[in-house]
């Protein structure tokens, strides 16, 4: 291990998965708890497009990536709230036009391209110290945005027809979670790709999801999972010679499935303390919420 520590690029790697951890950890429980695993594998692929936007333009293709990840977040988001029948056709359609728009632009780019599957299935190892610094400012607005909106993201994301009642600005908040799972996206998309971004954003909440009942601890759970997974997956690929997002991502997958197969061993023998049925919606929000219990009870 000290070994691999004498070089830089894999100093920034650990870093890089730090922080994408932090913000992975708390938009991550955002997304399974309120189902938007598709939407964000929608803007993940549009971000594409920024990527491209950056290169034909000739400036810091995150950058970019941050732009269309956020504009596609916002549509994708409005037209969920608007549009709910058809809204799974229009952002696949997003999601289309995002990369080919990504793929024409690095086509019309003159000169030297880069190599572009980095970011399709993710390149920690070539995480440069600027894509730190960007990643550090995303973790910073990110966390401060959930500490800020907190109680009014935990009343959408457990009723929101409660929300709506107590004057909570639903839709103003729903798309303020969507910009910050742009964000989240857009860095992860250095460490494990586009592809395999859906992966690392959902399965390290998910797995927190089945061993605790709070919103706090599952976030706090899925940061320490994706910070473990990150670097064992880092440590693996180094030794074996291995893609090391791809790795990342078997070793979160494996994790997943082996918490499936021991939690219901342990609810056997402490069923108090497991909460049943993974992340319970109804159950956090109640034991998170009092003023909801007292409007149910009228």
């Not at 970019?64 to 916002?74: D, E, K, P, Y």
Request: aromatic share 10%; hydrophobic share 55%; proline share 2%.
């Amino acid at each position: 291990m000290s070994e691999a520590l004498q070089f830089e690029f894999m100093r920034n790697a650990l870093w890089a998965g730090f922080l994408v951890s932090i913000a992975c950890g708390i938009i991550g429980t955002f997304v399974v708890i309120n189902r938007l695993v598709f939407i964000s594998g929608g803007i993940a692929h549009a971000a594409y497009g920024g990527i491209g936007l950056g290169y034909f333009f000739q400036f810091n293709p995150m950058l970019g990536a941050i732009l269309f990840s956020l504009v596609s977040a916002l549509g994708m988001g409005l037209v969920q709230r608007k549009t709910r029948q058809r809204a799974d056709t229009i952002i696949g359609v997003m999601w289309a036009v995002g990369m080919a728009m990504g793929i024409i632009f690095v086509d019309l780019t003159e000169g030297y391209k880069a190599d572009l599957m980095s970011y399709l299935f993710g390149s920690i190892l070539a995480v440069p110290r600027s894509d730190l610094l960007i990643m550090l400012v995303l973790d910073i607005i990110i966390v401060a945005l959930v500490i800020l909106f907190y109680k009014e993201l935990l009343a959408i994301s457990f009723d929101e027809t409660f929300a709506t009642v107590t004057n909570v600005p639903v839709d103003a908040i729903y798309l303020t979670l969507m910009c910050l799972v742009a964000l989240t996206v857009v860095m992860m998309m250095r460490v494990v790709g586009l592809i395999l971004v859906i992966a690392l954003l959902t399965m390290p909440a998910a797995i927190a999801g089945q061993w605790v009942k709070e919103m706090k601890q599952m976030m706090v759970l899925a940061s320490i999972l994706g910070m473990s997974f990150t670097t064992a997956g880092l440590w693996l690929s180094y030794w074996l010679n291995l893609t090391s997002g791809a790795t990342i991502i078997l070793v979160a997958g494996a994790t997943y499935l082996l918490s499936m197969a021991v939690r219901p061993l342990v609810r056997r023998v402490r069923p108090n303390q497991i909460l049943n049925g993974g992340a319970d919606q109804r159950a956090i929000a109640t034991k998170q919420s009092p003023s909801r219990r007292k409007s149910s009870r009228k």
